[in-house]
């Protein structure tokens, strides 16, 4: 039957999967290639790739490619192509002599076999500002791009092995499969909707209404890959998105499947891209939110961008594209006639009702209160409720950040003390002490600091995933690595305690002698002497511990803590 579907952005689906007699050749001699392991990140976009999900990508970004889609948005072609793909090695790991690479796994399984073609130098500062459009570290990737390696390479790939997945396999499909289940529906038009969050019954409209309005399919595609830190786990959303379209949404035109995406969170760029994506899934049109892919709010308070620029980029590029867009109307709920409307459509005088993804998590969840059942389905505020318990039942890392004698320890030590009284389960992770185990044989350099710190952060993320409290006191000078940690812990979960105490009264109480070290020269790359100490831009707890007592700082803290709920 001739397809009813639009071709793939560029005509055609790649596929980069070795099979039969040429992959066992290869695995046999990838065994013997220098290797490389690649991230989770990499390891996603690498899936994507093989698979055509970023046709008419085929590799990782050479420098060509690279240059033209941060200052221009395409290929060296000229395709359109809004974000870069690439792979970063360490420039110390680089193969001298060697013509291809195996790439494995964080589990150092055989994943690929690339052919060394090039080799170039990138600036992330530079990334950030153009594809970004900042290089704020409170932005999740600029963070995260500090710990890339040095050198992007690119080359012919040859996908020898699929990541493997364990967890919803019947709804982890390639382009080729959801474009076979979609041509059976028999609709010309697919919209598709992007989402990292549970859905609600005000998205449960608008994707419905969405369909209605093209007249097709409806392609619900959750990211299941990387999103933004802090996010409902992808696990808690399919049973959600699994669940309504079970019992809600009809069989016959609609296909859920899930999409093992790196977010970037590049708001209008990333719009873009997603609807490149859906475009290679079958889609003919793509929702596009308020701030779609928005990683939230900068160091100052105020957004990334803007609320209707992705809506506005997708617009401009739509027919290049060959996906419409559908914007995510906002709808309000009529109480009285118990439906849905636009809010420019609601009369003055009628009765609203709405509530804030914010009022979800604070107001409701966090108090272990009800999901009212005219905003989201019984199904899935069960689900929720059981992911997710009442805030003083769930993690937080209280992390004390300063000079060293500003204080933290000691804070921190009486507010361990505290916390335990009120039936807190406490972990405290002292910085003196954890180098003393945790980091043993770390230096004072910049990278082992950050070593230090990130180890520490990985500890404190998993005691607060499992429901623990990690108080956690360390100097962490650099403002880019706490917020890595923040990242790592969870936006919501995380609370920046900023211990400030002046320089000299830091030096005043050097009980050990190690300002004084530093001043003589004695001691190199000291915190506040001769290396820097960035102190937090908006902390969420502001300590001055000159003319107040240690006990009436932590009282400070605990009342933070009861305001967030995390105590009774």
């Not at 004698?405 to 972990?427: F, P, Y």
């Not at 710190?453 to 607060?464: H, S």
């Amino acid at each position: 039957m001739e397809s009813v579907l639009i071709p793939p952005y560029g005509g055609t689906l790649v596929d980069l999967v070795a099979r039969g007699e040429e992959r066992e050749a290869l695995l046999a001699e990838a065994a013997h290639y220098p290797s490389l392991q690649i991230t989770d990140r990499n390891l996603h976009d690498l899936e994507l790739l093989a698979v055509g999900a970023f046709s008419p990508l085929d590799r990782f970004m050479g420098k060509a490619d690279y240059q033209r889609v941060l200052t221009e948005m395409r290929l060296a072609d000229g395709t359109l192509s809004p974000i870069p793909i690439t792979l970063t090695i360490d420039k110390e790991a680089l193969p001298t002599r060697a013509e291809w690479i195996t790439l494995r796994d964080s589990r150092n399984d055989i994943i690929a076999v690339m052919r060394l073609e090039e080799v170039f130098r990138w600036n992330p500062e530079r990334e950030a500002r153009l594809v970004l459009g900042t290089t704020d570290p409170r932005h999740p990737l600029v963070a995260e791009m500090q710990q890339w390696r040095d050198l992007c390479i690119s080359g012919e790939l040859k996908v020898l092995n699929m990541p493997k997945y364990y967890d919803f396999v019947e709804l982890r499909r390639t382009p080729r499969e959801v474009r076979a289940l979609l041509e059976q529906m028999g609709h010309h038009n697919v919209v598709a909707f992007q989402t990292r969050n549970p859905m609600h019954r005000i998205h449960e409209e608008l994707t419905k209404r969405a369909a209605a309005q093209v007249g097709g399919s409806l392609l619900i595609h959750p990211v299941v890959g990387m999103t933004k830190p802090g996010d409902v786990d992808h696990y808690t959303r399919v049973r959600v998105y699994k669940t309504l379209v079970e019992k809600y949404y009809d069989p016959n035109s609609t296909v859920l499947s899930l999409l093992p995406l790196a977010m970037r969170l590049a708001g209008p760029r990333e719009a873009l891209w997603h609807a490149i994506i859906r475009r290679n899934y079958g889609a003919t049109h793509f929702i596009v939110g308020r701030d779609h892919a928005g990683p939230g709010k900068d160091s100052q308070g105020r957004p990334f961008y803007g609320p209707y620029e992705a809506q506005e980029m997708m617009v401009q590029y739509e027919e290049e594209l060959g996906v419409k867009m559908v914007p995510f109307q906002e709808l309000v709920y009529l109480v009285d006639e118990d439906r849905y409307e636009e809010a420019s459509k609601v009369p003055p005088d009628a009765k609203t009702a709405r509530i804030s993804g914010t009022q979800v998590r604070e107001e409701y969840l966090a108090k272990g209160k009800p999901l009212p059942s005219w905003f989201t389905r019984p199904e899935t505020a069960q689900i929720l409720m059981e992911a997710y318990p009442p805030r003083h039942k769930q993690g937080v890392c209280i992390w004390f950040t300063g000079l060293s004698g500003a204080g933290k320890s000691t804070l921190a030590r009486i507010l361990t003390a505290k916390l335990l009284e009120h039936g807190r389960q406490v972990t405290l992770l002292d910085g003196d002490v954890v180098r003393t185990h945790l980091s043993k044989g770390l230096g004072f350099s910049k990278e082992d600091r950050d070593t230090n710190i990130l180890r520490i952060g990985f500890v404190a993320g998993e005691i607060v995933r499992h429901r623990g409290t990690a108080i956690c006191a360390a100097i962490s000078p650099y403002r880019a690595t706490r917020n890595k940690v923040r990242q790592m812990v969870g936006e919501d979960r995380f609370i920046e305690v900023f211990v400030d105490t002046p320089l000299e009264v830091c030096e005043q109480r050097d009980v050990k002698g190690l300002y004084a070290k530093a001043r003589r020269g004695e001691i190199r790359g000291f915190t506040g002497i001769d290396d820097p100490y960035e102190p937090p831009q908006e902390p969420e707890v502001h300590i001055q511990t000159v003319g107040h007592t240690p006990e009436e700082n932590v009282r400070q803290i605990l009342d933070y803590l009861e305001g967030r709920g995390f105590l009774k």
